[in-house]
């Protein structure tokens, strides 16, 4: 399995990062978690084709995280390639279909399939949704019990305990903020006794959060490592 960061930034720019995407590859199979703006250009500069993706696990129906599928989709269209699978949290398809509302030109041309259930397997592999605590219905995912991808969500046991060799956790905020929906450096420190991670990657951090990086790595005292675009993780 490979991983590969498309984008770590969040809903205002900064450093040139593109919106919360993450690519997985296995052996036959190719996945976006989550799909923010600029995470098409990302796959293009990747050299992976859009008729090349399987599958698109949403965490969250916000903009940062998922303003690109209507672009992938429609692009799929004009390629002339196959169903995607769209995998979320309730009322994604609702949400889906929200959009073509909004965009009538483009119903009967998307070719979609949404599935909402918490356990799934695209090809082989073992996919486990679990919910987070955000601002609206969300979800993180756990895959072949080997990658953790929280999404946004207030650090808490039960995601961070997941059985996984990599976490791939946010922190959008620094330190002394009060964030029920988001992770603090002190709200994911609180949790970390419970991680099995090898290794935490850290990322969807706000511009003041990256200011104060590497006193908040040194505060966490784990193996843990902010997350940069077009990061690649082989041989998971
Ligand atoms: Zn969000
Ligand atoms: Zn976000």
Redesign the pocket.
Known sequence: MRLTFLGTG??VPFENRA??SVLLEFDDKKVLIDC?IGCYHRLEQLGVGLDEIDAVCIT?H?L??NGDLLNILKARWLLDCSTLKIFGPPGTRYFIESLLEAYPYLRNKLSFDVEEGSKFAIGDVRFKAIPTIHSIESQGYVIEDAIAIS??TRAFEEFISAECAIMIH?L?LPFNYIADT?TTPENLKSCLKSCKAERIYLT?LYPMTHRVRDEILEYLDCDAVIAEDMMRLSKI
């Open positions: 969040v809903a919106q919360s923010g969250h916000h940062d995280h999404g946004d946010e959008s988001h969807h």
